[in-house]
């Protein structure tokens, strides 16, 4: 099982969501986030160290899936997340090592 994080643009997260529900998804956590990648903070000298300060709106997206889901949830992300312009976003995957549904005590993919 693998976990896909995505940071995305707030007002992609329609049709992020939709994009993987065709690929076959059942859950996913929405999170509202704030961040910045290379481009978008900027930086301020306090006390003679330099912060990147400016913090702007994301949504994190994270699922749960088999691995022969991955590229496909990737795809769909990505397709459905980008405008081309800077700040789109980044996906992170991670291994997941183990899934347990509470009310059943279901567990690995039986779980997701
Ligand atoms: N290395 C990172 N670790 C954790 N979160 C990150 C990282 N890079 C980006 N993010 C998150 O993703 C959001 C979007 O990043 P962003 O797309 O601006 O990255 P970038 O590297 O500057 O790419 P681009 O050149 O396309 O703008 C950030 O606001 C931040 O929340």
Known sequence: MKKIEAIIKPFKLDEVK????????????????KGFGRQKGHAELYRGAEYIVDFLPKVKIEIVI????????????????????????????SNIE??????????????I
């Open 98 to 111: 183990e899934a347990i549904r509470i009310r059943t005590g279901e567990s690995g993919l039986d779980a």
């Open 18 to 33: 939709e994009a993987l529900q065709e690929v076959g998804l059942q859950g996913i956590t929405v999170t509202e986030a």
């Open 66 to 93: 088999g691995d022969d889901l991955v590229e496909r949830a990737i795809d769909a992300i990505r397709r459905a997340a980008q405008t081309g312009r800077i700040g789109d976003g980044k996906i992170f995957v």
